[in-house]
Structures are given as C-alpha cells and as structure tokens.
C-alpha cells in the first residue's frame, strides 16, 4: 500500500485497486470482477481529465494539471497585454511623445484633434489621437530594442521636414482661404508609403494599415484645406505651426 504508484497498463487495469478511481480515498480494495475492472478503467480516464485532482491522486494525473494550467497563462498574457496596450495609448504615449519632442509633441496632437473634431467630430478625433499616441509607444519600443534603426528612418525625415516647414511658411505669410495645399499633401503622401515600408516587415498589417490610414487622414486635401482654409480653425492652424515650428528648431529631438 505505501509503494509508489504509476500509470497501469490495459492488463494490470484488471487488478488495479479502486483507488485510482478516487472514489474509496486510500484504501486498496482489489476489483474482484470483470465488470468492476472495466469501471475502474472507464473512470480512472475520466479522472485524467478533471481540473483538480483529489487527495489521493496518483503520479499519472500529473499531465492533467500541465495541460489545464496553459490556457491560464496564455489567457493572463492576453488580459496583461490588454491592460499594457489601454495605458500606452494614453498616459504612456503622450509620456513618450513628450519625452521626444517636448511640450510642443503635445500641442501638436491636442490642437490636430481639436480640427478633426470641427470636421468630422469627437469620436474620429478621439480615434485618431489613440492610434497617433499607440504608434508613438510602439516606435519607441521598437527603437529600443534595435528593431528601428536611425538609418530605417532616414527616408522619412526629409519629407516630413518639408511638409512642416511648408505648413509653418504658409500660416506665416499667406492669408486663410489662399494656401496651397497640394505641396503639403505631396509630402504626406510620400511620408506614408516610406513609413508602410520601414514597418511591415516590423508589425501587423492591419496596424501598419492603421498608421498609414491615420497618415493619410492628416495629409488628404479635404483635411488640409480644412486645416488651413477655413476661419473656423485658424486658432488650431496657427497652433499647429507654432508647434511644428518649435519642433523644427529643437534639432537635438530630430
């Protein structure tokens, strides 16, 4: 009775004591017949499959418990990674973009959201900004770990210099209702395809789907024009090229 037990084979489940059905604890009564044995093993494969393992359990139950406990991990690793993704799209990623471009980083998203809102209201506003801050967290990580590299985004600085020094240029010197948009919107697109490029070997599809969609939204003519035509925005106008330009200046953050 104190010997260690193990996994009984077809032939010895005929002599196997009761035990390893968990149903009589720790005593070892012998199966004194065909139809008890035949029981006895029907059971005890019922046993291997329950979560929690009575008392008496033998050694062979062990691989039950390893089986069960994976879905818990892997669905603690989706609620943790849940949580992680929540707070990054706000506190963590307004944190990050103020770290690389200062207070002005912030201004900039406020004041691009408050125009989207008089365009296409709050729910696309607030959309917009989640995904720019998510992208925001999610480039630095990549930067950490050496996944981007300087010379990767070397393609995109110049175009995306361009767009705002034009954007700057053109609140500074034109009046509203006389900006051109078109070289703005060249460069944003532009910006766009070099950024699918640089991340699609380092991310989901739909989220390099969703950084060029948020790209684009900024860059489209129907926004611009919004941006920088319309009364209605010209105090966001004019806050967004204070912000850029601030950017520009502060060379130590390009």
């Known amino acids: 009775a104190n010997q260690e037990k193990s996994f009984p084979s077809d032939e010895e489940t005929k002599s196997c004591p009761k035990s390893y059905n968990g149903e009589n604890g720790d005593k070892d009564i012998p199966a004194t017949t065909e139809t008890d044995a035949s029981m ?3 059971t005890s494969s019922q046993n291997l499959r329950k979560k929690k393992p009575g008392k008496a359990e033998s050694s062979c ?20 990674k849940h949580v992680v993704s929540k707070v990054g799209e706000t506190k963590i990623g ?14 900039l998203i406020k004041n691009l959201k408050l125009a989207v809102t008089k365009l296409d209201g709050k729910e696309k506003a607030k959309e917009l900004k989640k995904d720019s801050l998510k992208w ?13 590299t300087a010379e990767a985004l070397e393609s995109v600085k110049e175009p995306a210099r ?21 070289p703005i919107h060249n460069q944003m697109s532009h910006i ?19 950084l060029c969609g948020t790209i684009n939204y900024y860059g489209s003519k129907r926004f611009l024009n919004h941006l920088l035509n319309e009364k209605q925005c010209g105090v966001e106008c004019q806050s967004v090229a204070n912000a850029l330009d601030k950017i520009l200046s502060s060379s130590s953050r390009l």
Not at 94 to 107: E, H, Q
Not at 138 to 145: D, E, G, Q, R
Not at 162 to 182: C, H, N, P, S, Y
Request: glycine share 4%.
């Open 40 to 42: 006895m093993q029907k």
């Open 61 to 80: 139950s062990t691989e039950s418990i390893d089986v069960n406990v994976k879905p818990r991990k892997r669905t603690a690793f989706r609620v943790k």
């Open 94 to 107: 307004r944190s990050t973009l103020i770290k690389i471009t200062g207070p002005s980083g912030d201004d």
């Open 136 to 148: 925001i967290l999610k480039a630095s990580v990549l930067w950490k770990h050496k996944d981007l």
């Open 162 to 182: 361009l767009a705002a020094e034009i954007l700057v240029e053109f609140t500074r010197r034109k009046e509203i209702g006389t900006r051109d948009i078109d």
């Open 192 to 210: 766009s395809q070099k950024l699918k490029n640089i991340f699609t070997p380092l991310s989901q599809q739909k989220n390099v789907e969703k």
